[in-house]
C-alpha cells in the first residue's frame, strides 16, 4: 500500500516526498477519512526492543503516530501544509502484541491560526484494545492555518 493514498486528491501535493524514516520502518497506507488517516507499522524482527519477549520499540509507534496525525492534519486542510510537531504525547497502556501489524489512527480535531491539533490511538488488530493513545499539535510554518479559525 501506498502512503500517498492517504493524501489522494488533495493538491499541492506534487513535490512533497513521504520517504524518510517512515519509508525505512515500512510504514504504509492503511484507511481515511476527511480528517482522520490510518498507517499500518508491519513488525519486523529489527525494530525488537525487547529481545527476550519480541516486542518492539517505542521509536517506531512513535514516528508511525507522528506521520499519521500529520497526514490527518493535511486531510483536514485540504491539501499540503508546511508544520513541524510543536507538541506529540504518547500514552503506552500495552506492549505491542510480537508479529503483529501495529495500525495507527490519527486524528485532526481542531485547527486554529496557527496550531493544528491532533490524536489519536495505536493498535494491534483490536481498536477497542489499544496499546497507545496520542495527543500534539502542529505549527503551521507559513500562516498556512490562518482562515482556519481563531
Do not use: C
Not at 74 to 82: I, N, Q, S, Y
Not at 88 to 101: E, S, V
Not at 113 to 118: D, P
Amino acid at each position: 500500500m501506498n502512503i500517498d493514498a492517504a493524501l489522494a486528491g488533495l493538491p499541492g501535493l506534487k513535490d512533497v516526498r513521504f520517504g524518510g524514516h517512515g519509508s525505512r520502518l515500512g510504514i504504509g497506507y492503511h484507511a481515511h477519512g476527511d480528517d482522520w488517516v490510518e498507517l499500518a507499522l508491519p513488525y519486523a524482527a529489527d525494530m525488537i526492543g525487547d529481545e527476550d519477549s519480541g516486542v518492539i520499540a517505542s521509536g517506531p509507534i512513535f514516528a508511525l503516530m507522528d506521520i499519521a496525525t500529520s497526514l490527518a492534519t493535511m486531510r483536514k486542510l485540504g491539501g499540503f501544509v508546511p508544520h513541524a510537531t510543536l507538541d506529540l504525547r504518547l500514552d503506552y497502556l500495552r506492549p505491542a502484541r510480537p508479529g503483529h501489524t501495529v495500525i495507527g489512527h490519527g486524528e485532526s480535531f481542531a485547527i486554529k491560526r496557527s496550531i493544528a491539533f491532533v490524536r489519536g490511538y495505536a493498535h494491534d488488530g483490536d481498536p477497542a484494545d489499544p496499546i497507545a493513545h496520542v495527543s500534539g499539535t502542529f505549527m503551521f510554518l507559513d500562516g498556512a492555518g490562518a482562515g482556519a479559525g481563531a
